[in-house]
C-alpha cells in the first residue's frame, strides 16, 4: 500500500499533475477572504481554522475529488474531533487497567468520532463506483486518488490479505487526510506567527515576492522553485517547530550503541526531534528565528531525511511518503499568503509562541490575524 500511495499519488509527477487541484482550491480561498474584506471593510481571520480549511480542501481534492462542493462542511464535523483526542492523555494510559471504567468518556467519543469518520468515508467512496457503474469516465489528469485505488483494487470487489478492499481504501485516504492536515495546517500556523514577530523577516520575503511575482497576478505553484527565500522560512519553522516532537515508535531489529548506550533488539524507541533541531551544537542560537542560515551556514541541509540534524519528516524506509507533496502545499500556501495580503497583528503585542502539551506540536493560544489585500483589485476580479 505504501508503494502504491507513493506511485499513484506522491511521486514527484503526480503531485505536478495535481497542481490545478491546489492552485484552484487556494485561488478560491483567497477570493473568499478578498470578498469578506470588500462586504466587512476588514477581515479579522484566525489562522488555525483558516489554514485547516485550505489543507483540507487542497488534500481532500486530490484524493477524494475537488468535484465535492460540501466536502469541508461533512469532514470538518467529522474528523475535527480526532485531532483533541489524539493528544489527550488519559488515566488509562498511564494505568491499562482502568481502562474498562473509561473515565473522561474518552473511549466512547473515540468510537463516536470514528463511526462518524467512516460513514463520510464510505460515502465519498459510494459516489466514486457510482459514478464508475454509469459510465461517467473521468480523464486521466482529473483522476483522484480513490477513482485510481479502486481500479487497482478491482472496483472494491477483492480482498488484500484477509481485509475488505473498501477496508484498505477508505483506512488509506483517511490516513493520508489526517496526517496532511496535521502536518501542515499547524506549520503553516507556525509560520505567520513567527513572521508576525520577526518583521525583518516578513519584509524580506515580500521583497522577494515582489521581485519575482509583481504586483499583477498571484502567485502560481511553478513561482515556488524560484522563492528560495520562502523555502528557508519552512525550513527555519518546520526546525523550531517539528509538527511531531517525537517520531512515532520504531522497534530495532539489531541491538545497537548510541551515545555510549546499548540499545537491545525490539527496544521501543522515540526519536526526540524537538531536542535534535534545537541542539546548540549543530544550530548557533537554535531559538532565535533566521531562515537565512539556509541560505548560509546550512544551505546543503534538506528536509528529507538525509541529514540528521534536520528531520522533521523522518528518515529512511519508514519516513514521511508525502515530503514532496508536503513541501508544495506549505511553500506554495505561505507564499500565496504574503503576497495577496498585508498580514498584521491586531493589537501591538508579541504573538503568544507557547507550545501545547501534546504529541503533535500543536500552537496553545488561538492566531488571530488582520488580513488587507496588497495587490490591485483587478488582480482579485480575475478570481
Not at 489543507?55 to 474531533?81: C, H, M, Q, S, Y
Not at 473521468?138 to 484477509?162: H, P, Q, R
Not at 506549520?187 to 524580506?204: E, F, G, H
Request: net charge positive; glycine share 6%.
Amino acid at each position: 500500500m505504501r508503494k502504491i500511495t507513493v506511485l499513484e499519488l506522491l511521486s514527484n509527477h503526480r503531485v505536478a499533475m495535481c497542481s490545478h487541484v491546489r492552485e484552484s482550491e487556494l485561488k478560491n480561498s483567497v477570493k473568499e477572504v478578498y470578498n469578506n474584506w470588500v462586504k466587512k471593510g476588514s477581515c479579522l481571520v484566525e489562522m488555525k481554522i483558516w489554514m485547516e480549511d485550505i489543507t483540507l480542501k487542497l488534500t481532500a481534492g486530490v484524493i477524494a475529488g475537488n468535484r465535492r462542493k460540501n466536502v469541508n462542511d461533512g469532514f470538518r464535523e467529522a474528523f475535527k474531533p480526532f485531532f483533541d483526542l489524539m493528544g489527550t492523555f488519559t488515566v488509562a494510559d498511564a494505568i491499562p487497567y482502568l481502562r474498562w471504567f473509561d473515565f473522561g468518556g474518552y473511549e466512547k467519543e473515540v468510537k463516536k468520532t470514528g463511526k462518524k469518520m467512516d460513514d463520510l468515508r464510505q460515502e465519498w467512496l459510494n459516489e466514486h463506483k457510482r459514478r464508475k457503474n454509469t459510465g461517467d469516465l473521468v480523464a486521466e489528469a482529473e483522476k483522484d486518488f480513490m477513482d485510481v485505488m479502486l481500479e487497482i483494487l478491482d472496483d472494491g470487489t477483492n480482498k488484500i490479505l484477509n481485509f475488505e478492499a473498501d477496508t484498505i481504501i477508505k483506512a488509506t485516504c483517511v490516513g493520508l487526510i489526517l496526517g496532511a492536515i496535521g502536518l501542515t495546517s499547524i506549520t503553516l500556523t507556525w509560520a505567520v506567527a513567527l513572521l508576525l514577530n520577526n518583521p525583518r523577516v516578513l519584509k524580506k520575503a515580500r521583497e522577494e515576492l515582489n521581485t519575482q511575482i509583481g504586483g499583477q497576478r498571484l502567485v502560481e505553484e511553478s513561482d515556488v522553485k524560484n522563492l528560495v527565500y520562502i523555502q528557508a522560512i519552512i525550513k527555519e519553522t518546520l526546525r523550531l517547530y517539528p509538527p511531531a516532537v517525537l517520531v512515532p515508535p520504531r522497534k530495532n531489529i539489531e541491538g545497537c550503541t548510541v551515545g555510549g548506550y546499548h540499545v537491545p533488539a525490539g527496544t521501543i524507541l522515540f526519536v526526540n526531534l524537538w531536542k535534535i533541531h534545537h541542539d546548540p551544537q549543530v544550530w548557533p542560537n537554535p531559538w532565535e528565528f533566521r531562515p537565512e542560515r539556509f541560505l548560509t551556514t546550512h544551505k546543503d541541509v534538506d528536509l528529507r531525511g538525509m541529514h540528521y540534524e534536520l528531520l522533521p519528516f523522518g528518515s529512511g524506509r519508514r519516513g514521511c511518503p508525502a515530503i514532496s507533496f508536503a513541501l508544495q502545499v506549505l511553500q506554495f500556501t505561505l507564499a500565496s499568503l504574503v503576497h495577496a495580503f498585508e498580514i498584521a497583528k491586531p493589537s501591538d503585542e508579541p504573538v503568544d509562541m507557547t507550545e501545547s502539551l501534546r504529541f503533535n506540536n500543536v500552537k496553545q493560544v488561538p492566531l488571530q490575524v488582520l488580513l488587507t489585500p496588497r495587490l490591485p483589485s483587478e488582480v482579485y476580479g480575475r478570481l
